[in-house]
Nanobody, 116 residues
Framework: QVQFVESGGGLVQPGGSLRLSCAASGSILKFNAMGWYRQVPGKERVLLASITSGGGTTYADSVNGRFTISRDNGQNTVHLQMNSLKPEDTAVYYC??????????WGQGTQVTVSS
């Protein structure tokens, strides 16, 4: 099993920034991918960004150039730096880890609200 500790969500004004962090622990393979999804009520969970254990990154078009995902060297901790936040970024943000043969494990989610 995998345990997660997520932090960094909260309320921010439009144009502001937040940094989400997620530390995964437990049964984790050396090669994996971690990242972030977000979900608003009544809609599907949407992939925002991912980073492999080798450092390769991918981004959704909606956040490319505004959000940056990073990973602590040798650690299963990822960060999502979110800049130029918009009201439509309001959602619950979920950390995940994907491991070959083990599927996907999810964090508990953290609320991000962008509002004036």
């Amino acid at each position: 099993q995998v345990q997660f500790v997520e932090s960094g969500g909260g309320l921010v004004q439009p144009g502001g920034s937040l940094r989400l962090s997620c530390a995964a622990s437990g049964s984790i393979l050396k090669f994996n991918a971690m990242g972030w999804y977000r979900q608003v009520p009544g809609k599907e969970r949407v992939l925002l960004a991912s980073i492999t254990s080798g450092g390769g990154t991918t981004y959704a078009d909606s956040v490319n150039g505004r959000f940056t995902i990073s990973r602590d060297n040798g650690q299963n901790t990822v960060h999502l730096q979110m800049n130029s936040l918009k009201p439509e970024d309001t959602a619950v943000y979920y950390c995940y880890i994907a491991q070959r043969g083990r599927g996907v494990d999810w964090g508990q989610g953290t609320q991000v609200t962008v509002s004036s």
